[in-house]
């Protein structure tokens, strides 16, 4: 029997910030396979079953049905630096565009502001 599968939910680690990373990152380490999967993949497969309500157990069942019968691939988790890396690309990139945001609202404003 293959070993423990986790299943995690990609928009919790974007909606609640960094908290499931490490989680993530343990199971990489300690050699279990690790899926990510959408969300919404899942509802719409508990839809497609009729299955309209949402109970833990409900969602607890609906996941084990779904990497059982879907098999989502697993995926190598990034290394922290290249993930340290994506970061900072992703923060100078927000940084870029809100300066281009305030150079944008300076050439508007009137003389008085500037």
């Known amino acids: 029997m293959e070993r423990l ?19 993530l990152e ?8 690790v899926v990510v999967v959408q969300p919404i993949h899942v509802r719409q497969f ?3 079953q ?6 833990d157990k409900l969602d607890a069942r ?4 779904f990497g059982a019968i879907m098999k ?4 190598q988790i990034q290394t922290k630096k290249i993930q340290y890396f994506k970061d900072l690309l992703a923060r100078r ?3 870029m565009e809100a300066r281009t945001q305030e ?6 404003a009137d003389k008085a502001i500037q």
């Open 5 to 23: 599968l986790r299943i995690v939910f990609t928009s919790f680690v974007l909606l609640l910030g960094r908290i499931c990373v490490p989680t």
């Open 26 to 33: 343990r199971g990489n380490e300690d050699g279990l396979p």
């Open 103 to 108: 150079l944008n609202r300076l050439d508007k």
């Open 72 to 75: 989502p691939p697993i995926r």
């Open 93 to 95: 990139r927000q940084l």
């Open 50 to 55: 009729g299955i309209l309500a949402k109970t």
């Open 62 to 65: 609906v996941i084990a049905e």
């Open 46 to 48: 508990a839809k497609a």
